[in-house]
């Protein structure tokens, strides 16, 4: 019993000694070890690992919170995290398992993870494999996913990794879409000069051009990304459908819309992104930024409205403008005021002012009184009917032929709904 637990004893004090040895790139000590096979290679140690750089699990399996904060890793795993190279030759050299997964990841996943180029060259030299899935069911290219892995990416393609592999799990994404969720735009135009399917689909039919638009609004922060903006361009230039529909039957434009991205929309539209195509709820990209004109507090809604418009979005239902227009962006009057100028004449009912709140009503009073006084029974004026007759024959042409009119500029922002704060 005594000589079992010396032994025992031993063969823990051996494992901490090769532990530190790895931690601190001691690799002569590292090939000590092995050459006298006083430890297997493939050892497996129990690390710290809070940020999940070494563990990899199955979605839908719930974990307590203590195993999330440790992971098993090989010497193989620890040497490409620590980026130690000395070390990590010495164990390829005494055949570690290259693709080992202790713990769902192999070496390569967490190489790519890290961004080391350097790891990635050698574990590719002897033999890791490419396509390989974690056990999450991503592949190297998917742990791909800041600008620093970029070479590590360009790496992986030149040895051979599928450009257009989709993960093992059930969001079924390619590199592309990932890179576009993420917004790296010189991942994007590098994968898609390496053949990438720019119109793919995910489990949830979205293309990539669809996840960078849905993607390029940073909830939190309310803020839009100008990397998301340029991914766009991109992919529309490399053809990419304007009009795909998700399984939801919602369209790029209807991202575009609930983000309020009056950049995204421009681009769209101006691609040829169809203004009423509606959702399977039977919503259009003008319903959406009503939805969340509210919530988007760096957002300008008016603008969103006014291209909307001037590519020939339908108006809102009469009936319903207190509930989806008022009620939606009564704090917003420039908004208010550019869906009114769509109508050669709509009427105000009861509904109209319990939809406005007192306190916002009186800080906007001036619009406001405005706004019931041209929506009596009176008709507007002959300068607002002019417009609404020339709109109607442009139609979802305005924004193209109202430009080229031979008047003023000021008359040509009227004819486009540019808002002036009042009405009239």
Partial sequence: MTEAMTRAEIAKRLKKDFLKALQSNDYRTLEEFLIQKQIDVDTVFEVEDENLVLASYKQGYWLPSYKLQHSWATGLHLSVLYGHLESLRVLLKHKATINCRPNGKAAIHIACEVGNLDCIKILCSHGAKTNCYSLSGLAPLHFCTTKLSIPCAQQLIWRGADVNIRTNNQEEETPLHTVARYGIPEM???????????????AHRETPLACAVYWALNGKEQTYSTDHHLICRMLIDYKADVNSRDEDFRTPLHK???????????????????ANFMDDNGCGPLQYVLKVTGVRPSAQPEFCFQLLLNYGAARIYPPQFHKQVLQACCSYPRAVEVIVNTYEHIKSTAKWRAAIPDDVFEMYNEFYESLFEVCDNTPRSLKHLARCAIRRILFDRCHKGIPFLFIPATLKNYLLLEPEGILY
Avoid: H, I, K, P
Avoid at 188 to 202: H, K, L, M, S, T
Avoid at 258 to 271: H, K, P, T, Y
């Fill in 188 to 202: 994007v135009g590098f994968y898609v000069e390496q053949g990438a399917a720019v119109d793919c689909r995910n």
């Fill in 256 to 274: 575009a819309a609930w983000n309020c991205d009056r950049v995204l929309l421009d681009m769209l539209l101006e691609a040829g992104a169809e």
